[in-house]
């Protein structure tokens, strides 16, 4: 920092900066890109002929129709197959819970 000499004398040193203000107005976006290709896969799997045979759709013939009526039973089964764990799961955790319950009961009335 340079010294200026004034009429009344010397200038003194010039002090530290101050702390920053707050940010300034958000610009403008830029412009949007063009939309890329589409692809073959969705969210949830391939689409088209390719894709899983669904309930979803117009059927064209009794085959098709027979296709799909397996497909919801093999889809029900599975349901019942998962809840059917999840229920013996829960049963164990059930059975865990009222052993820790009854371990501390006795580890009350001990004190």
């Not at 010397?10 to 589409?38: F, L």
């Amino acid at each position: 920092m340079q010294i200026v000499k004034g009429a009344k004398g010397e200038k003194g040193q010039t002090g530290q900066r101050g702390i920053a203000g707050p940010p300034g107005p958000v610009g403008k976006a830029g412009e949007d890109g063009s939309a890329g290709p589409q692809g073959r896969r969705g969210k949830r799997g391939s689409q088209g002929r390719e894709g899983a045979i669904g309930p979803a759709g117009r059927v064209r013939n009794f085959a098709d129709m027979a296709k799909q009526l397996h497909y919801v039973d093999r889809s029900i089964d599975n349901i019942y197959q998962e809840m059917g764990s999840h229920i013996r799961r829960m049963t164990e955790l059930q059975r865990e819970l009222d052993s820790l319950r009854n371990k501390v009961r006795q580890l009350a009335a001990v004190k």
